[in-house]
């Protein structure tokens, strides 16, 4: 070992063996290279190590290097070094290649997972690189396969932000987004669009008889049943606790009547299912109906449902009512 770098928060090693040719056939970025722009790129390249935990890059720290990872594992995170991983790095791929072609900041933390040997490049050797058309391609695709993630990444976040963690079902940021669309469009098309707010029955003694694990085994299977039985065009929303919200586009109020009667029926027929915990008594429900009234607002419309919901619990619950 020679020398201690530091490059951010990562305390990195130099280390004394060379490169061989043998390293840089494994990376993915040098595949189909010719020869004598390896043999160029074998003399630049400074074989290092990170432990377990050292931070190779940050969005805190500039970085001037491309790293080959040889052997070890590293991970990305997107926001915090707190946050969940989005991808590991192993051998074969590259770190850092995206600050390195633009010289800006990182845009996420790249963190060793266990001892990590590296091959890296300055930018001052950029040139090497437009010697090579094929590494060149090669780093394009790499970049495009980045973008491709990235978008994933985008669109992954933007629809868990509007899921239910426990249950799957859409959330109330959901409903408010597609009531303001479907309403909209089916005002616009001379559509009724209607609403279904349904309560399970006596929650709370379910809770206390069977444990809160219980209850959230039996939120799931209603929202499993339940959405089994709806149109794609349908939005099953957990709107809070054990309460739910179903937005019918396209339904007019009689039809919304006979939706939620098969809903009913379709959980009062569970009378036990299997769970993580073991066999549990299903639950029943009791559901408010209302239809959209020209230039309802959401909040108006969820009101109207739940007095309906509101009649169906005081006439005995596992009804409809609307």
Known sequence: MTKIIQPGAAVMQLVEWRAEMRHLNQ????????EPCLRLMQEAFEPCLIEAGGILLSPLEHNHFLYLVLEGELAVHLD??????????????????????DNLHPSAYVVALKPTVLLRLHRRAMPLLTRSPKLMQNLAELLCQRVRLSDRLIINSEQNANLDTLTGSFNRRWLEHIYNRESTRCAFNGQPLSVLMLDVDRFK?????????????ALCLVVDTLGKLLRPTDSLVRYGGEEFVILLPDMALDDARNVGERLRQSLEAITSFRSPIGTLPGVTISIGVAPMQPKDELETLIHTADQALYQAKARGRNRVCG
Not at 82 to 90: N, T, Y
Not at 205 to 217: K, Q, T
């Open 205 to 217: 003694d379910y809770n206390d008889r069977h444990g809160h694990l219980a209850g959230d085994h």
């Open 27 to 34: 990376a993915r970025l040098l595949d189909n290279v010719d």
């Open 80 to 101: 915090s070094l707190d946050s969940h991983p989005v991808r590991a790095i192993g051998p074969g791929d590259c770190a850092g290649e995206i600050s390195f072609m």
